[in-house]
T-cell receptor
Framework: GQNIDQPTEMTATEGAIVQINCTYQ??????LFWYQQHAGEAPTFLSY??LDGLEEKGRFSSFLSRSKGYSYLLLKELQMKDSASYLC??????????WGAGTKLIIKP | GAVVSQHPSWVICKSGTSVKIECRSL??????MFWYRQFPKQSLMLMAT?????????EQGVEKDKFLINHASLTLSTLTVTSAHPEDSSFYIC????????????FGPGTRLLVL
């Protein structure tokens, strides 16, 4: 079957760094997305990894290891506005996004 | 990034009525559009995938006669919830994928439907 595993909730302090891990099992693999979703809003695109390694984009970085079925999203210099859910979503062999429940990130002052 | 709009953002209707939700890609041509439903504190659930000019592909358990999808042009897809019932109350979100940038899906802002 297809499965996404992320922590349900994480808490971090403003200005700190947090890493959100994601392990996945899919029927085929064609890359992995990270989306941010604020409460009551639609998801917004953060990153896309298709090759192994780290992709850096400002305060956010995303890492992929295809052999381990593992990805993480790294958020630096946390701001209060980063409080949101973070969704890890791999593409399966049919280019369908497989969604998990996401990780709710709470930022404290 | 690409911009996708949805209209309306909020709709309240009586049970038994039909509601149409529009999804538009504003600055790119969307060869494929997706319709999702999300209940509170739950993950996104894909309802259907629509390719321009062809019939939508519905996910298992989604009634195609109840959720009518039309993707008549490369910039517009519509979802019509027919004979809506209170259990259809949810957050409906569309996303679009361009022909050039095959991978990334860009989401619309979503439509909140409340059926009384």
């Amino acid at each position: 079957g297809q499965n996404i595993d992320q922590p349900t909730e994480m808490t971090a302090t403003e200005g700190a760094i947090v890493q959100i891990n994601c392990t996945y099992q899919t029927s085929g693999f064609n890359g992995l997305f990270w989306y941010q979703q604020h409460a009551g809003e639609a998801p917004t695109f953060l990153s896309y990894n298709v090759l192994d390694g780290l992709e850096e984009k400002g305060r956010f970085s995303s890492f992929l290891s295809r052999s381990k079925g593992y990805s993480y999203l790294l958020l630096k210099e946390l701001q209060m506005k980063d409080s949101a859910s973070y969704l890890c979503a791999p593409f399966d062999s049919n280019y369908q996004l497989i969604w998990g429940a996401g990780t709710k990130l709470i930022i404290k002052p | 990034g690409a911009v996708v709009s949805q209209h309306p953002s909020w709709v309240i209707c009586k049970s038994g009525t039909s509601v149409k939700i529009e999804c538009r890609s504003l600055d790119f041509q969307a060869t494929t559009m997706f319709w999702y439903r999300q209940f509170p504190k739950q993950s996104l659930m894909l309802m259907a995938t629509s390719n321009e000019g062809s019939k939508a592909t519905y996910e298992q358990g989604v009634e195609k006669d109840k959720f009518l999808i039309n993707h008549a042009s490369l910039t517009l897809s519509t979802l019509t919830v027919t004979s809506a019932h209170p259990e259809d109350s949810s957050f409906y979100i569309c996303s679009a994928r361009s022909g050039r940038e095959q991978e990334t899906q860009y989401f619309g802002p979503g439509t909140r439907l409340l059926v009384l």
